[in-house]
């Protein structure tokens, strides 16, 4: 699996597989599905081989030196009624 990281925090913001080819420019991040306007080179890193964890969801999870730990702002999403 590989991960793309926001560099000056070190979240996780989105997972994909080995398989998909991602593009980083200098103007945003192209993914198999859709472009990631908001993160470009300057700003975010794609890691590669990694494991996320079983409940990973976006920004739920900082990756740091290879280590995952829980982001302490992360909340559950509220559903609604």
Same mark, same amino acid.
């Given at each position: 699996?590989?991960?793309?990281?926001?560099?000056?925090?070190?979240?996780?913001?989105? +997972?994909?597989?080995?398989?998909?080819?991602?593009?980083?420019?200098?103007?945003?991040?192209?993914?198999?599905?859709?472009?990631?306007?908001?993160?470009?080179?300057?700003?975010?890193? +794609?890691?590669?081989?990694?494991?996320?964890?079983?409940?990973?969801?976006?920004?739920?999870?900082?990756?740091?030196?290879?280590?995952?730990? +829980?982001?302490?702002?992360?909340?559950?999403?509220?559903?609604?009624?």
């Amino acid at each position: 699996m590989k991960t793309i990281i926001d560099t000056a925090t070190n979240i996780s913001k989105y +997972v994909f597989s080995d398989n998909d080819e991602l593009g980083v420019s200098d103007d945003y991040i192209t993914c198999p599905e859709f472009i990631i306007a908001d993160m470009d080179a300057s700003n975010a890193q +794609v890691v590669t081989d990694v494991t996320p964890p079983d409940d990973w969801v976006g920004c739920k999870y900082f990756l740091i030196d290879g280590a995952w730990s +829980v982001n302490p702002d992360w909340s559950e999403p509220e559903l609604p009624e």
